[in-house]
């Protein structure tokens, strides 16, 4: 289902679930980053329910809280996201020992030119969550970064929730892995 309008990267609250159809697999990216084959198998087979609350606090700092959930209920991973690019380290059932930081940042900011392109006009104009997240090394024992811009797309002429994802590996010697992944929006929270 298409993203309303009053659905933007100043408001990502709603209830979303990830559309396998029209993200790219991900899979290769889960093999680097550690995670077993059964449990690769495992995510491959359930639906993925993302519930995001974007607020700002009372100091005026903008938040994203992300309670995920695979299909038949079972809890997934949880996120809470400050755009004020500090480094926060986190512990993660599936991802292992995880540093990352988020800020919301005009294009012109960003870099890779698969992370900036193909966005809504909106998103363009409110500017994009810019979250990077990274290995833990020496707690985790692996090495990869994910970088990825957040905001909407017209895809078959609906606007959807869309994450462009760059993700590189000490373990892939022939440059990075390029990622869409698409969500459906299914209503607010």
Known sequence: M???????????????????TLSD?????LKLQGISWFK???????????????????????????AQTLSGGLPG???QRILDWEERSQG????????????RVKF?????????????????GDGTLLAIAWSDTPK??????????????MLDGERRHARHVKFTSSDKKDGPIFK???YDYVGPN
């Open 2 to 20: 298409a993203s309303p309008p009053e659905v933007t990267t100043k408001n990502f609250s709603g209830k979303f679930i990830m559309n396998k």
């Open 25 to 29: 697999d991900s899979d290769d990216i």
């Open 40 to 66: 690769r198998r495992a995510i491959s087979m359930f639906t993925l329910t993302l519930v995001i609350k974007h607020y700002t606090d009372e100091a005026g700092l903008e938040h994203i809280d992300i």
């Open 77 to 79: 991973t949880s996120e």
């Open 92 to 103: 993660d059932d599936v991802f292992g020992a995880v540093i990352g930081q988020s800020k």
């Open 108 to 124: 012109e900011e960003v870099e890779d030119e698969f992370l900036k392109s193909g966005w809504t006009e909106d998103t363009v």
């Open 140 to 153: 985790s024992g692996m090495e990869w970064r994910a970088e990825q811009t957040w905001g909407f797309e």
């Open 180 to 182: 869409h992944l698409y």
